[in-house]
């Protein structure tokens, strides 16, 4: 079985494929502002970078459960309001405050690997 940020790295960064999607094909036919489109852009850029990030860590520095906890939380923080908030502003603004602190885990969890045990790279031959 497949460590669990691995896993969560996988199907964080499929899905922010599918939304990426979404947004640039789907969305276009309910939401018309090009600000909220760009915004929900932004949301599946940093999810897609940070679960490669995600799945890096698991395979390079599996020991280092701080960083992957942080990058975790803070794309489902950051993305997952930015998302909501972009779909329907009125019924999820109480997220509003949700989305710098998804930022700051994001930020805490390179910190996190940066300052973590570091990894031993396999010599290729």
Do not use: E
Request: glycine fraction near 12%; include cysteine.
């Amino acid at each position: 079985m497949a460590p669990p940020f691995w896993t969560i790295g996988c199907i964080y960064g499929a899905t922010s494929v599918a939304l990426g999607a979404f947004g640039a094909h789907g969305l276009k036919k309910r939401i018309a502002d090009p600000a909220k489109l760009a915004n929900w852009g932004t949301a599946a850029h940093y999810q897609l970078l940070h679960s490669v990030t995600l799945t890096f860590a698991a395979a390079i520095a599996p020991q280092n459960t701080i960083a992957m906890s942080l990058f975790t939380a803070g794309m489902t923080m950051f993305s997952g309001s930015i998302y909501l908030l972009t779909l329907d502003p009125q019924r999820f603004k109480f997220l509003g405050p949700v989305t710098p602190l998804g930022g700051l885990c994001l930020i805490g969890g390179w910190v996190a690997l940066a300052v973590g045990k570091r990894p031993v790279m396999p010599k290729l031959r």
